[in-house]
C-alpha cells in the first residue's frame, strides 16, 4: 500500500467518524428537546 493510499484510508475513516458523532450530536439534541417540552 502506497503512503498516498494510506492516507486516503485514514482521511475516509476519520471523515466517517465526524459523520458519527455529528448524528450522535443531532440524536442527543433531539432527546433534550423531547424531555424539555
Do not use: H, P, W
Not at 15 to 33: C, D, H, M, Y
Amino acid at each position: 500500500m502506497s503512503i498516498s493510499e494510506y492516507l486516503g484510508t485514514a482521511e475516509d475513516k476519520l471523515v466517517t467518524e465526524k459523520r458519527k458523532i455529528q448524528s450522535a450530536g443531532r440524536l442527543k439534541t433531539t432527546f433534550i428537546n423531547l424531555q424539555t417540552d
